[in-house]
C-alpha cells in the first residue's frame, strides 16, 4: 500500500512569509480597485509591486524552495522525453480521428438498429 506524505509548515519564520505572501497577494488586488480614482498606470504598477512582493515573500519560505526545486526537476524530465517527429504526430492524430469516426459510425448503426428491432419489429410503434 502506498503511503502519501503530508508535508506541513513547522518554523514560525516560513508560517510567517507565508501569512506575508497571503497578505500581500489580497493587499495587491484591494490597492488595484481602491486606486482607481489614480489612473491605470497606478493601479497597475500597485497591482504589480505587489504581486512580486507576494511571490518574493513565497519563494523565500520553505514551501517555495521545494515548489522551485519541483519545477526544476519537471522541466528536466521535460528535456528528456523525445518528442515524435512532424509526420509521425499528424500520422497518429490521423488514426486517432478515423477510431473515432469508425467507433462513433459503429454506435450510431448500432443505436439505429436496435431502434427498428425494438420499436418497429417487436412493439411494432411506427414513427
Known amino acids: 500500500m502506498a503511503t502519501s506524505e503530508v508535508q506541513t509548515v513547522h518554523s514560525g519564520a516560513d508560517k510567517a512569509k507565508l501569512g ?19 489612473g491605470a498606470l497606478v493601479q497597475w504598477a500597485a497591482l504589480l509591486v505587489g ?12 514551501s517555495g524552495r521545494q515548489l522551485v526545486a519541483f519545477g526544476r526537476d519537471s ?23 478515423a477510431f473515432v469516426f469508425v467507433m462513433g459510425l459503429f454506435l450510431w ?19
Open 51 to 62: 504581486l512580486l512582493a507576494a511571490v518574493v515573500a513565497f519563494v523565500s519560505s520553505e
Open 75 to 97: 522541466w528536466r524530465e521535460v528535456k528528456k522525453v523525445v518528442w515524435p517527429a512532424r509526420k509521425e504526430a499528424i500520422q497518429m492524430t490521423a488514426y486517432v480521428f
Open 20 to 38: 506575508a505572501a497571503v497578505v500581500l497577494l489580497l493587499g495587491s488586488f484591494v490597492a488595484f480597485y481602491l486606486l482607481s480614482a489614480q
Open 109 to 127: 448503426l448500432t443505436d439505429k438498429t436496435l431502434e427498428w428491432v425494438f420499436y418497429d419489429l417487436i412493439l411494432g410503434w411506427r414513427k
